[in-house]
């Protein structure tokens, strides 16, 4: 009896060994993805730091400036001028109303059934 109980207990002690060791290596596993994906971060985010300065650096005009006048007679670019800019007294409140009664026929056509635009390609197919 006793040594049946002693055996028994051996091999429980063996399974929860070999428990605790799993849990111990898997969590040390876990904590190794942790750490790399820690680093992982750190570096992304120094090179977005360094792509963000390149970009403001990029973007001074100190740096345009020379490649717009460089390329300014082939993409046809000219300085802006003061009578290009409009004050907002100038600028109109609403759109004037235009005459939508075309629009308004094609809407009621479609609404019948009736599809004058496909009628129109059909007769430009048949030429």
């Known amino acids: 009896m006793i040594r049946g109980l002693n055996v028994i207990l051996l091999i429980t002690s063996i399974f929860a060994l070999v428990g605790v060791y799993a849990i111990k290596y898997g969590s040390e596993d876990i904590a190794r ?6 680093r992982t971060i750190g570096a992304q985010q ?19 400036a020379p490649i717009v006048a460089r390329h300014a007679e082939a993409l046809g670019l000219q300085t802006v001028s003061a009578k290009q800019f409009a004050l907002i007294k100038d600028l109109p409140f609403r759109p004037e109303r ?7 026929a ?4 479609l609404d019948a059934g009736i599809d004058p635009i496909g ?6 197919l048949e030429q």
């Not at 094609?106 to 056509?109: D, H, P, S, T, V």
């Not at 009628?119 to 430009?124: G, H, N």
């Open 119 to 124: 009628d129109k390609l059909a007769e430009l």
């Open 98 to 104: 235009k005459n939508d009664a075309a629009l308004n």
């Open 106 to 109: 094609l809407f009621a056509a």
């Open 33 to 38: 993805q942790k750490n790399e994906l820690t």
């Open 46 to 64: 120094a090179q977005l730091s360094l792509l963000r300065a390149e970009w403001s650096y990029f973007n001074q005009p100190s740096y345009i």
